[in-house]
């Protein structure tokens, strides 16, 4: 058995150098080129989806604050219609009356309110600039006939 094994070749397998043609260079350069392009791809996936998931868990911890605080204390501050009267319950004061619950709060009248048309004692009494048959719009419409604009300005 000896004598046979010295006659035949032998075959065996190792791992060598290999150097690459241009062709093998060209194409593992494309298959390069592409695998950078997935992980870049990929990694602005995981920053969208991470963003995302930041976005939601932020939001979703809004809310939780949120509702504690109204949960803690017991009230939120909500927009309410109401109903004014002024000078009541005696000059200088008005009456709130909430339309929601008809709870009334009574409150000293400002400085805009003593502005308001509706403070006047005289209801619809006309004043020397503005005659009472004239509406306000169209008083604001029509001008200052007396003085009437120049020619270069804009009428309104």
Do not use: C
Not at 4 to 25: G, H, M, N, Q, W
Not at 55 to 82: C, H, M, P, W
Not at 148 to 153: H, I, K, L, Q, Y
Request: hydrophobic share 30%.
């Amino acid at each position: 058995m000896s004598s046979v094994e010295s006659i035949l070749p032998k075959v065996e397998k190792r791992y060598l150098r290999y150097d690459f043609t241009a062709v093998e260079l060209h194409e593992k350069s494309q298959e390069l080129a592409a695998k950078n392009l997935e992980i870049v791809n990929v990694e602005n996936e995981k920053k969208e989806a991470t963003g995302q998931f930041t976005s939601r868990i932020a939001s979703i911890k809004s809310s939780i604050g949120q509702l504690s605080d109204k949960v803690a204390n017991g009230y939120e501050i909500r927009e309410v219609t109401l109903d004014v009267q002024y000078h009541t319950p005696k000059q200088g004061y008005k009456t709130l009356i909430r339309k929601d619950t008809g709870k009334r709060i009574e409150e000293k009248m400002t400085d805009s309110d003593w502005n308001l048309w509706t403070q006047y004692d005289e209801a619809n009494k006309p004043t020397e600039s503005q005659p009472a048959d004239v509406p306000d719009i169209v008083r604001t419409q029509v001008g200052d006939q007396d003085n009437p604009p120049a020619a270069d300005e804009e009428p309104f």
